[in-house]
């Protein structure tokens, strides 16, 4: 089991220009999940995404940000016209979709996806 | 004031050393608290996780939940330096979804031989 897979490891990007994080699931796993680290801070929920569905997007910016999981790939985390602000540690997480207990015990992340922006 | 508040250390201790790591949270829905480990460069890995009050045991480490003083701890006893990396605590509130978790800023710890 290859677990979460996240691409690129490293990303840098120029002011104005887009980003595109690439996350795939373990296998099984039908929930994902993006959090943001921002320096000397914790990880910050973003959105969770089933197949073809926004279920959470509560802590995803209004603007610039959008996440999709479509039927067949990765889920992708998309941010448009990037600032510096956007420089931080972008992680997926993904769940099995049994139960409770089954989610939290199954909750995996990937290495991140490393975001600078000059 | 943040959701979760957790010390950021560096806490520094040598290896054998019973190492205590600590978050306290105000939102008293929370119900599951978690556990995770992170090193530098990698995601966070789950450690364990408790639901509501009590304790919860697995090898070395040690959960404790003491939801009336909304105060959750962490203990590791016999440390060793593979133990060194960051420390995030993370809780899940059942009325805005238990698959949304919210995170500590994390401890960073270093074992020292």
């Known amino acids: 089991n290859a677990g979460v897979m996240q691409n690129p490891r490293h990303l840098v990007r120029r002011r104005g220009q887009e980003a595109r994080l690439r996350c795939s699931p373990m296998?099984?796993?039908?929930?994902v999940y993006w959090y943001r680290q921002l320096p000397e801070e914790g990880l910050k929920f973003m959105v969770y995404?089933?197949?073809?569905?926004?279920?959470?997007e509560s802590g995803m910016p209004k603007e610039r940000f959008s996440a999709e999981f479509p039927k067949e790939g990765p889920s992708i985390l998309r941010i448009q016209q990037v600032v510096r602000g956007d420089s931080a540690a972008y992680f997926c997480a993904s769940s099995p979709p049994e139960g409770r207990q089954g989610v939290l015990d199954g909750y995996t992340f990937g290495s991140g996806t490393r975001l600078t922006v000059v | 004031q943040k959701e979760v508040e957790q010390d950021p250390g560096p806490l520094s201790v040598p290896e054998g050393a019973i190492v205590s790591l600590n978050c306290t949270y105000s939102n008293s829905a929370f119900q599951y608290f978690m556990w995770y480990r992170q090193y530098s460069r990698k995601g966070p890995e789950l450690l364990m996780y408790?639901?509501?009050?009590g304790n919860k045991e697995d090898g070395r480490f040690t959960a404790q939940v003491d939801k009336s003083s909304k105060y959750i701890s962490l203990f590791i006893r016999d440390s060793q330096p593979s133990d060194s990396a960051t420390y995030l605590c993370?809780?899940?509130?059942?009325?805005?979804?238990?698959?949304?978790?919210?995170f500590g800023t994390g401890t960073r710890l270093l074992v020292s031989p």
């Open positions: 296998k099984g796993h039908s929930h």
């Open positions: 408790t639901y509501s009050s």
């Open positions: 993370a809780m899940t509130d059942m009325n805005t979804g238990f698959q949304k978790l919210v």
């Open positions: 995404l089933q197949k073809e569905n926004i279920i959470d």
